[in-house]
């Protein structure tokens, strides 16, 4: 079975600062790995995704996410934190083969302060 | 266009209503899906349609009955549900449903409530 942990249910920075958040994966197959991004009363939306063509990702709203298959990671980093990206932010991973199935970590909360 | 509705927003229902939330897409895609989704928690799966057919059924109660009409449109039938029912629940779709690659496009969401 594959499955994701989060590390930090709650993440807080400072606007301007760093954004860091932890995922690391548990997978007996190469995994295809996500991040998604839900906004209050809002659906989920797609930051970006690794699918093996490269180890360092970019995705939108200048987020990007590196696969390190020796640590088991894909940690999810921006540069520059804006009060918009206050979210919920959820890493999954999917099984593949013949029935596709994303199994979710239980998500990171990130509060950008001014 | 890369839009999933879904219908209606919110919906408040007793538990002897029989409703149904509405799912739809225009992207193409041939898998479709439902989670459910309970307060400061990960969205769960609930069903899955793969070409238009139920691929995946992960133990969810009879109370609960999805239906795909054809491949851009997924229903989700409720009838005598329970309080603890209560969630926003979330319809998907991608592109294939067979490829563990494939993006999974969400819809804003119903938040259901069972009085």
């Not at chain 1, 007996?28 to 180890?55: D, E, R």
């Not at chain 1, 200048?62 to 999810?76: C, I, P, Q, R």
């Not at chain 2, 054809?70 to 991608?94: F, G, M």
Request: contains cysteine; glycine residues 6%.
């Amino acid at each position: 079975a594959q499955s994701v942990t989060q590390l930090g249910s709650h993440v807080s920075v400072s606007e301007g600062a760093l954004v860091l958040l932890r995922c690391n994966y548990s997978s007996s197959v190469p995994p295809y790995l996500f991040w998604y991004v839900q906004y209050p009363n809002q659906g989920l939306q797609l930051l970006l995704k690794y699918t093996s063509a490269a180890t360092l990702v970019k995705g939108i709203n200048g987020f990007e996410a590196e696969f390190k298959k020796s640590e088991t990671s894909f940690h999810l980093t921006k540069p520059s934190a804006h009060m918009s990206d206050a979210a919920e932010y959820f890493c999954a991973v999917s099984s593949g083969g013949s029935n596709y199935k994303l199994t979710f970590g239980k998500g990171t909360l990130l509060t950008v302060n001014p | 266009d890369t839009e999933v509705t879904q219908t209606p927003k919110h919906l408040v229902m007793g538990m002897t209503n029989k409703k149904s939330l509405k799912c739809e897409q225009h992207m193409g895609h041939r898998a479709m899906y439902w989670y459910k989704q309970k307060a400061k928690k990960p969205p769960e799966l609930m069903f899955v349609y793969s070409y238009e057919k139920l691929s995946i059924n992960e133990s969810v109660p009879s109370r609960f009955s999805p239906e795909c009409p054809n491949s851009s449109l997924l229903n989700l039938h409720l009838h005598a549900l329970q309080p603890e029912d209560s969630a926003l629940y979330l319809c998907a779709s991608s592109p294939q449903g067979r490829r563990g690659t494939d993006t999974q496009y969400f819809g804003p969401g119903t938040r259901l409530t069972v009085l």
